[in-house]
C-alpha cells in the first residue's frame, strides 16, 4: 500500500512538472517576442495624470520616433529594462526619439499619483508618464505585459515590439534604424 501511495505521489508530481514546463516554455515563447509589422499606433486614452510633461498626443510627435514603455514602478522586470530606456532617452533624444513611459498599475497602491511620482523620482525618470490607471491605453495597444516596449516611427505606425526583458542591441538597432529614415 504504502509503495503504490509512493508511486501515485511520484506520478502526480511528474505530471505536475511537465505540466509547468509546457506552460514555461510556452510563456517564455510569448514574452520574448517581438513584432515588426506595421499598424497605426493607438492614441494615448484615458490617462489619469501626465508627469513630467504636459499631456501629449500621438499626432503632435509625428515626425519622431516613439518608444512608448508599459511599465509599473514596482514590477522588478521593468526595473531591470529602466537603465536602457533611461539610456536610450538620453542618447537619443535629441536626434528626435521620444520616450513615453506608460504607467499602467498592477495593484491598487501603485494607482496612486504620489507614489508614482515618489517613485519616478527614486528612479530618475525625467521623460514623459502617462499614468494609465484604468488600463484605457494598455486596453488600446492590447497590450498584456509588463514591461512592454513598442516603437513608433515616423509616419505614427507601431513598427517593432518587445515584451520582457532582454533583446536590448536588437531594440536599440531599430531605434536607430528608425531615427535614420527620412520623414
Not at 60 to 83: E, H, M
Not at 93 to 115: A, M, S, W
Not at 167 to 180: C, R, V
Amino acid at each position: 500500500m504504502n509503495a503504490r501511495l509512493k508511486t501515485l505521489a511520484l506520478a502526480t508530481a511528474f505530471a505536475a512538472f511537465a505540466a509547468f514546463a509546457a506552460t514555461a516554455a510556452t510563456h517564455a515563447t510569448t514574452i520574448g517576442a517581438q513584432q515588426e509589422s506595421a499598424s497605426p499606433a493607438p492614441e494615448f486614452t484615458g490617462i489619469t495624470q501626465w508627469l513630467n510633461s504636459e499631456p501629449l498626443k500621438l499626432q503632435q510627435l509625428r515626425g519622431k520616433v516613439v518608444l512608448v514603455d508599459f511599465w509599473t514602478y514596482s514590477c522588478i522586470n521593468c526595473a531591470n529594462t529602466l537603465p536602457y530606456v533611461k539610456s536610450w532617452n538620453q542618447k537619443y533624444k535629441d536626434q528626435g526619439l521620444t520616450v513615453i513611459g506608460v504607467h499602467t498599475p498592477e495593484y491598487p497602491f501603485e494607482r496612486d499619483t504620489g507614489n508614482v511620482k515618489t517613485a519616478i523620482k527614486r528612479l530618475g525618470i525625467s521623460y514623459p508618464v502617462a499614468q494609465d490607471n484604468q488600463y484605457a491605453t494598455w486596453n488600446a495597444y492590447n497590450n498584456q505585459y509588463w514591461p512592454a516596449f513598442y516603437l513608433i516611427d515616423k509616419k505614427g505606425q507601431i513598427v517593432y515590439s518587445h515584451f520582457g526583458e532582454g533583446d536590448y542591441a536588437q531594440t536599440e538597432a531599430k531605434i536607430q534604424a528608425l531615427l535614420a529614415q527620412k520623414s
